[in-house]
C-alpha cells in the first residue's frame, strides 16, 4: 500500500477544524514535499518525523513521499502535526496497518529521539474532534488530563512514537489520561483587608454585579490596585460554557496550569503599562495569539497607571470593549478571539503624583488635562462607573472594631444580583445588566417612568451626557436596584447611578 491518511485538527483562532493527513509513496528521486499551507514548523516536520521514526527503530522508506494536509486551502500551523505525519507515512509505506487509527484523532509534536511532546491548544483541538463525531483521541501524555475534559471523547496518550507503533501492530494498550485534580480550594486577596474606601468598596460590588467597566481616579496610596485586584474575588465561578471557553484560550496560549481540570475563576490580566497593541489585542508573526483583552475573557481586564499606557493601545480597546470580540489580521490570515471582560482603569491624578492628592501638587492645570486626557472621552465613555478616591484617613486605617465586609459576603450579594439579572434578561439572551442593550431599556414595559429619570434628560440636552452615557447610567440604575432585592431601579437608584457615573452629587 503506497497510501494511507491519518486525522488531525488544526487551530485558526480557538476554532479547529479535522484536518485529514494523506501520505504517498512513489517510486522516484527520495524527498518529502508537503502541500496544503503549512507554515515554517510544518514544512521543518519532515526532518523531526524522519529522525523519530528511525531513532523509534522503524525503517523510514526511502522513495518519493507526498503529504498532503486537507482542506488544503486552510492553514494549517503549529507541529501538532507531526504523530500523525508519522503514522501516516508508516501506514503509507507498509509498515503500519492503521485500521486501529480509524476514526481517530492523533495529536503530538515529535522529538528527533521519538518522544511525544506536549502541544498548545490540545483542549479546542480534542472539542472540534468531538463536535465533528470523533470520539476517539490520541495526545501526548503532558496533554492527557487537558484533553480528558471534553465529554463524550475516549482520551488515551502516548509518550514516544514506539508506544503508538506497538499500539497499532500489536494491540498494546496506550495510557489513559491521569486523574483530574481536585480544584484548589480559592485563595487571593480578599475585601477585608481593605481599609476604608467606602465609596470604593461599593463601586466594585456595582461593577461586579452588573459587569460594568469600572475606573478608579485617586491618589498614590488610596487603594485603586488594591481594590482592583479584588474584583475576581467577588465575581461568581464560570459555568461550564464560559469555563470551556477560557480555558481554551490559556491552552491556545501554553498559559494551562496542571491538573487537567476547567479554569473555574474568572481569570484576571494585569499587563505593564509599557505593553504594546498586539500583547493587549492580540498578534505575532504568522497566525496571531490572543492578547491580554481576550486572555481576560469573562475576567477582568486591569491597566494599573492607565494614562501611560500608550494611547494607540488604549484606542485599541474601544472595538473589544463594545462587541466583545477581538479579530487580528495577519499576512498569515485573519484571527478572531472572544474578549468580554470587565475593564478596570487605574489612574492618578496628576503626574507628580504626590500621595497627600491637590494639597501639595505641583502639576500646572494644563498639566494635569493633558495626563488625564490621555484618556479619551471615547474610551471612557465605554466605562461605566468612574469614581474618584480619596486619600484613606488615619481612623480608617487604624480601626479596631468590626473588620470590613469579606470577599465571601460581598460575592453572596453579587451572585444574587446576578440571578436575578439573568432571570429578568433571559428571553434577550444577556446574562448580566452591562450587556442590555440601550434601545431595549428605553422601550416598555423596561422603560423608567419619566420623574425618575427627569435629571438624566436634563444632562443630555445640555450634553454633560452622551446618549452612549444616558443608557449606561440606566444600566447601573438596574444593578443597584438588584443588589438591593428591588424589582425596578427607583429615583434614589438613578441618583446613585449618576454619582457612580460621573462621580457628582447624589
Known amino acids: 500500500m503506497s497510501y494511507a491518511k491519518v486525522l488531525c485538527v488544526g487551530l485558526v483562532g480557538v476554532t479547529g477544524h479535522v484536518v485529514e493527513v494523506e501520505a504517498d509513496l512513489a517510486p522516484g528521486l527520495p524527498g518529502v514535499v508537503i502541500s496544503g499551507l503549512p507554515d515554517t514548523a510544518l514544512h521543518e516536520a519532515r526532518d523531526r518525523v524522519r529522525a523519530a521514526i528511525v531513532n523509534s527503530g522503524q525503517k523510514w522508506p526511502n522513495r518519493r513521499i507526498t503529504l498532503n494536509l ?81 465529554p463524550g471523547v475516549r482520551v488515551r496518550a502516548v509518550d514516544t512514537l514506539h508506544r503508538l507503533v506497538a499500539f497499532v501492530r500489536d494491540g498494546t494498550p496506550l495510557l489513559p489520561p491521569p486523574e483530574a485534580e481536585p480544584t484548589p480550594a480559592p485563595d487571593g486577596p480578599d475585601l477585608a483587608e481593605v481599609a476604608g474606601q467606602r465609596l470604593g468598596r461599593r463601586a466594585l460590588e456595582v461593577a461586579a454585579a452588573g459587569g460594568h467597566h469600572l475606573a478608579l481616579l485617586g491618589p498614590p496610596g488610596a ?71 481576550s486572555l481576560a475573557h469573562r ?64 502639576c500646572t492645570p494644563l498639566a494635569r488635562r493633558r495626563y488625564l486626557g490621555r484618556l479619551s472621552g471615547p474610551l471612557l465613555d465605554r466605562v461605566d462607573v468612574q469614581v474618584r478616591l480619596l486619600p484613606v484617613r488615619a481612623a480608617e486605617l487604624l480601626e479596631t472594631g468590626a473588620p470590613s465586609e469579606p470577599s465571601g459576603l460581598v460575592a453572596s450579594r453579587v451572585a444574587a444580583a446576578r440571578r436575578a439579572a439573568a432571570a429578568r434578561w433571559a428571553d434577550t439572551g444577556h446574562g448580566v445588566n452591562a450587556d442590555v442593550p440601550g434601545p431595549y431599556l428605553r422601550r416598555p414595559p423596561w422603560r423608567l417612568p419619566g420623574r ?52 457628582e452629587g447624589a
Open 70 to 150: 486537507l482542506p488544503a486551502t486552510l492553514p494549517k500551523y503549529g507541529s501538532a502535526f507531526d504523530l500523525a505525519i508519522a503514522a501516516a507515512v508508516l501506514g503509507g509505506s507498509g509498515e503500519l496497518p492503521l485500521l486501529p487509527l480509524d476514526r481517530t484523532v492523533v495529536l503530538g509534536e515529535l522529538g528527533l529521539d521519538g518522544t511525544v511532546r506536549p502541544v498548545r491548544g490540545v483542549l479546542p483541538m480534542v472539542a472540534a474532534a468531538a463536535h465533528a463525531g470523533l470520539d476517539r483521541v490520541v495526545v501526548p501524555i503532558g496533554n492527557a488530563a487537558e484533553a480528558a475534559v471534553i
Open 223 to 293: 487603594g485603586k490596585t488594591m481594590l482592583a485586584e479584588r474584583l475576581p474575588s467577588i465575581l461568581p465561578e464560570l459555568d461550564d460554557e464560559p469555563a470551556l471557553e477560557v480555558t481554551a484560550l490559556h491552552s491556545i496560549a501554553g498559559l494551562l496550569p496542571p491538573g487537567g481540570r476547567l479554569l473555574r475563576r474568572p481569570p484576571f490580566q494585569a499587563p505593564h503599562h509599557t505593553a504594546t497593541v498586539p500583547s493587549l489585542v492580540g498578534g505575532g508573526s504568522g497566525l496571531a495569539r490572543p492578547g491580554a483583552v
Open 299 to 362: 475576567g477582568v481586564l486591569f491597566l494599573d497607571e492607565a494614562p501611560e499606557f500608550s494611547k494607540a493601545a488604549l484606542e485599541a480597546l474601544r472595538q473589544p470593549l463594545e462587541s466583545g470580540r477581538v479579530r487580528v489580521a495577519r499576512t498569515g490570515g485573519a484571527t478572531e478571539y472572544p474578549a468580554r471582560t470587565q475593564l478596570v482603569l487605574a489612574a492618578n491624578p496628576c503626574p507628580c503624583a504626590k500621595p497627600s492628592g491637590d494639597v501639595d501638587c505641583e
Open 452 to 503: 425618575d429619570t427627569r435629571e438624566l434628560r436634563r444632562r443630555l440636552d445640555s450634553g454633560s451626557l452622551s446618549a452612549r452615557g444616558f443608557d449606561r447610567v440606566v444600566r447601573l440604575a438596574w444593578t443597584i436596584a438588584d443588589l438591593d432585592g428591588r424589582d425596578r431601579p427607583d429615583g434614589g437608584d438613578i441618583a446613585e447611578a449618576i454619582h457612580l457615573r460621573m462621580g
